[in-house]
């Protein structure tokens, strides 16, 4: 309605300097939107093509305005995830990020940040307190974004479940953030580093390879285990890696699996990532031991059970290169892989 009364004002005013120059014939229509003319008189055509001319200039700028490409950028941003944590201060833009999530714990600078849950239980009372410009989660978590929503707070889902959703991930935040070149420096950085690392393994034997994304280890058993399945961003890392997923059945994403379906899969290369629990108190030795009860399964013969305890292997985020070339130097220690660039 705004729009419509703008326009009909401007439209007014173009036909009230026709008439003041002698055309009194010019005459506005009840819509506002037509001009028409009297028998004895018309507006010159020059002039009708001025006043058309500044007509769809003037709806131009509306239509941005109405489709968001005049926003500004948002000054404070809350992110719900890690990976979207990582995102934001990759791109220079952490001086903006006012609160985080409890899991998030890189870069440094972001520690110690206020906490305000987590994607699953965000603490709705600290968000509002942080008075945010936008909030940053993941698209698999449509629940606290229609919540966020209702409280009258901007948000933006961003996907996560592989490689290129990590690219489109680092794209869209930097479009909504007015850093679109940076953005996508740091996603062809990203792809040149995947594309050397795949180019210095290929041809070479390929081992089978399970990825553990989660266990208990508060015990000195195997318990029940969580690893990477077929399809998604860690299966897509072991194939850039050199290496090939143990565990293809099934379709879901982090397949559930015993110690006898280790056996089963009879892995050559075991890598268990633990520290995402925050569970990790004990030695990487003492949690590789773990695995010794296992005395049949070809990674634990071969003594290529490796237990890393950081979080850079956990996140779909702009440290995947880092974890790529990690993960294919330890599957093949005899190629020249080249190490990604800080």
Known sequence: MKCRVILNLTFEMAAQREMNRGNPGAELNLSGMVCEKKRESSLPLFSRFAVLA???????????????????????????????????????????VTGISRYCDYPPGAVGLPRVGGLVDPDYEAIISLQPDLVIL??????????????????????????????QSILRIGRV?????????????????????????????RPRVLLCIGRSTSSSHLGAIYVAGRDGFFSRIIDLAGGGNACVEGRAAFPRISAEGVIRLNPEVIVDLVNMRGDAALPEAELEKQWQSLAGVSAVLNKRVHVWTDTQGLRPGPRYAEFLYRLASLLHPEADIPKPMP
Do not use: M, W, Y
């Open 138 to 167: 993941l698209t698999s978590h449509d629940s606290a974004a229609r919540a966020l929503r209702k409280l009258g707070i901007s948000t933006l889902k961003v996907p996560h479940r592989t490689i290129d959703d990590v690219h």
């Open 177 to 205: 953030c007015g850093v679109s070149e940076r953005a996508g420096s740091l996603v062809s950085a990203l792809k040149r580093r995947t594309r050397a690392v795949s180019f210095a393994v290929a041809g070479r034997p």
């Open 54 to 96: 500044g007509l769809t200039c003037f709806s131009l700028v509306v239509l941005l305005a109405v489709s968001g490409h005049t926003r500004s950028v948002p000054a404070r941003i809350v992110s719900l995830s890690p990976n979207v944590t990582e995102i934001l201060f990759a791109l220079g833009v952490g001086d903006r």
